[in-house]
């Protein structure tokens, strides 16, 4: 994360010089400390392979920052029940779940986002909204980040399987236009506003029910970053 170079653990970890691959057995990478100290709000934004036979372990963390497992940190479960989870303990302790692991979706853009100045918590996967929780009051200053994990939670005895491509934390809060200009502009090009876009194309599903509405297709080129999706989403 810029110049906040991570360190391998000894054993479970490999880097290709592209990718991170963290076992689930040994493997994380530690980056520093105090990585989110004075934020207001924090987006982390990942490109990620989950391992379909990651184990399916409550302590295990994709990321955390923070203190203690449970007790003071904000992270994501990747499987957890078969679930995966957008967790911020404060306190007070919020959840949001997605039902359904990420291990079986292959390479993913994930964002997480944890935004007090509107109280909320959102998870997205590929640019598509999976859940929130809203209208809650919390501070990302509770939250001491002493450490800062990925594919292990802090206390680095439980672990996740994956293959990291890339790994962003931003100050704030990404909207929607955001999230899906960083997609499309893929792990390697860090656009988050394509300006003034140089075309639009409009789209409608070839099949309908008759008498039945459907939402257009917009997608927008720019001179950094094409196909970026504009669609109305719920």
Known sequence: IGTANGTLSATGATLDGTN?????????????????DGYNALTVETWVTLDPN??????????????VDGANEVDVQARNGGNSMINFYGPP??????????NT?????LVAIYNPPVGEIDLFVNGSWQNSLTNFAF???????????????????????AI????????????????????AAGPDNPVMDGGTPTSLTLAVDSQMVLGSKALPHVHANYATVSNVDLSQTD
């Open 54 to 67: 990651t184990p399916n372990d409550s302590n295990a963390r994709l990321f955390a920052f923070g203190s």
């Open 20 to 36: 991170v691959t963290v076992d689930g057995v040994s493997g994380y990478v530690t980056l520093p400390g105090h990585l989110i």
């Open 164 to 183: 990291f491509d890339e790994f962003r934390i931003y100050n704030g809060a990404l909207d929607l236009y955001g999230i899906r200009t960083s997609l």
């Open 139 to 161: 501070s990302l200053a509770t939250i001491t980040n002493l450490v800062t994990q990925l594919g292990a939670n802090l206390a680095a005895a439980n672990y996740t399987a």
């Open 93 to 102: 302790n919020l959840q949001a779940v997605r039902q359904k692991g990420l």
């Open 105 to 109: 979706l292959g390479k993913i853009h």
